[in-house]
Each structure stands twice: as C-alpha cells, then as structure tokens.
C-alpha cells in the first residue's frame, strides 16, 4: 500500500516537438509508437504545423493532441507556454526528439533563439547536455541549412533525417513511415522501439 506511488520513482518523460514541415505522419507514428510501449511523453508544437496537419493528414493537431491524450501518457504544452516543465534544466527528462524539424527551427535552435517553447525545450536539452535527436525534413538542403544542422552536431545532437529502410523492403508507405519513425526514436536510445528484423540488422554494423 505504503509505495505504491509515493516511493516509487516515475519515469522521466521524453519530449516531442512537432514543427510546421513536411511529415507530419512521422511525428504521428513516433507518438503512436512511445504511447504504445507505455513511455511518458511531454509534447509541444508550433504554430506553424497547425497549418501542415489538415494538410497532410485530413483533421487537426488539436484533433491528434486530444486522442494522444485519451490513449496515452501524454502531456501537451502550447508554444507559448514557457512556464512548462521542459523549460526548465532542473526537471528531468530522457531526451528530445523534434520531428519533423523545419529548416526555420533548425536555425533557430542553432542559434539559441528561444522564441517558442520547442525552441526553450531544445536549448536546455543542450545545455544540460541530455540527448537531442532532430528529424529535418528539407530538399535539397541549401548551404544555410547544411552548415546550421552542422552545427547542432558539433554540439552533440543527432541528426537524423527521415530515411526509407530500403533493405528492410517496405511494402507500403505506411511500413516506410514507420520505420523511419522508429528508427528516430532508436537514435533517441529507445532500441525496444525498432522491429525484430531491423534491430538484428542494427546489431551487424
Ligand atoms: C504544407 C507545408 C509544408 C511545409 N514543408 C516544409 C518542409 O518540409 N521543410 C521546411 O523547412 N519548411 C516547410 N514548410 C514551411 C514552414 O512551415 C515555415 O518555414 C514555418 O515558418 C516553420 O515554422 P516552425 O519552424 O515554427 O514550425 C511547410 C509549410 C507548409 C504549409
């Protein structure tokens, strides 16, 4: 009875930034997929990707956020909600996965300009020196965006654009999507994330 809750420590939440590029079905499958092991989650967005979701996906964010809401162990955050616990280095956190990751908010996390609560988010992830992992979605990639994107790996984060697993022979583009979104969350650290097939294969390299 005594330690059911109170002693026990609770898991540190990953957070999610979803920005206004192309892909939203990535962040949708990265969400599924954290929600479906049971993670917790700390999610925000930017105004921008209001404008992507109906889009590409037929219904809103705020549709999306309140069904991840109901399903899984999620917390949202608005963009201009800098008093949420992401902005802070003294909450703990298991890392950042922004996906997908405009070109716009590349820069801006390049260049420490917080001017959104992703942006507070990513900047204390790299100051605390926790793992930040970018998903960009951009092309071609201009000389701007290489030499941004290069600077966010000089400073340890992870860069990983959203590739289709060819060898692992998607059928469909919602296996393609999928994938990619997992293998997003493997380079977060999350390895129970990827399928049987493709972690065998991560383990040969
Ligand atoms: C349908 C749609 C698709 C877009 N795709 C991209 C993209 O793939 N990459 C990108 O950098 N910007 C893309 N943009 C432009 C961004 O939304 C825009 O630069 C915005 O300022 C990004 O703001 P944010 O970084 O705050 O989300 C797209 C915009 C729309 C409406």
């Not at 929600?35 to 925000?44: N, S, V």
């Amino acid at each position: 009875m005594a330690g059911e809750t109170a002693a026990q420590p609770r898991q540190a939440p990953i957070i999610i930034g979803i920005s206004g590029s192309s892909g939203a079905a990535l962040a949708r499958r990265a969400v599924e997929a954290l929600g479906e092991l049971g993670m917790p989650m700390h999610i925000t967005y930017t105004q921008a990707c209001r404008q992507v979701w109906p889009d590409e996906v037929g219904r809103t964010i705020a549709d999306d956020l309140s069904d991840w809401k109901a399903r899984y162990n999620v917390r949202v955050f608005n963009p201009d909600d800098f008093r949420a616990p992401m902005s802070s280095g003294s909450f703990r956190t298991a890392g950042m996965l922004v996906i997908p990751c405009s070109m716009r908010t590349v820069s801006a996390i390049a260049h420490g300009a917080s001017s959104n609560l992703l942006e507070r988010a990513a900047d204390v992830i790299i100051k605390e020196q926790r793992r930040l992992v970018i998903v960009p979605r951009e092309t071609p990639l201009s000389a701007i965006h290489l030499e941004n994107l290069l600077a966010l790996a000089r400073m340890g984060v992870r860069i990983a654009p959203p590739m289709p697993q060819f060898y692992l022979r998607p059928q469909t583009a919602d296996e393609m999507i999928d994938l990619m979104a997992r293998r997003a969350l493997a380079t977060l650290g999350i390895e129970e994330a990827l399928p049987d097939s493709s972690r065998w294969r991560a383990n040969e390299e």
